[in-house]
C-alpha cells in the first residue's frame, strides 16, 4: 500500500478533469479527496468546475437540430478570418 501524501491546491487543479471523470489511480484520488475535506477553496473550485461542464453539456446538448436561419455572411468571414490569425 502506498504512503498518502499532501497535495497542492495547483496539484489539485492540474489533475481536476482526470479525478472528475474518475480516471486518477486509487492513491492519488485518496490524495485528492483528503486535500479536499481540508481545503474549502478547492472544493469551491471543483464545485464550480462540475457546474460548469453539466451547463456545458446542456447548452450544447442540441447541437444535432439544423440552424433555424443562415449566420450572416460577414459574420461567416470575420470567424473564419480570426481562426486563420489564431493558427499562426
Known amino acids: 500500500m502506498s504512503q498518502s501524501r499532501d497535495i497542492t ?3 489539485l487543479i492540474d489533475f481536476l478533469a482526470d479525478y ?14 483528503a486535500h479536499l475535506e481540508l481545503c ?3 472544493m ?4 464550480a468546475y462540475k457546474k460548469t461542464i453539466a451547463i456545458g453539456k446542456t447548452a450544447f446538448a442540441a447541437t444535432d437540430d439544423p440552424a433555424r436561419s443562415k449566420a450572416p455572411e460577414g459574420l461567416l468571414r470575420a470567424v473564419k478570418n480570426a481562426r486563420r490569425h489564431a493558427v499562426r
Open 9 to 11: 491546491c495547483k496539484e
Open 20 to 33: 472528475v471523470d474518475q480516471l486518477l489511480p486509487v492513491d492519488q484520488r485518496r490524495d485528492f479527496d
Open 40 to 42: 474549502p477553496s478547492c
Open 44 to 47: 469551491n473550485y471543483l464545485d
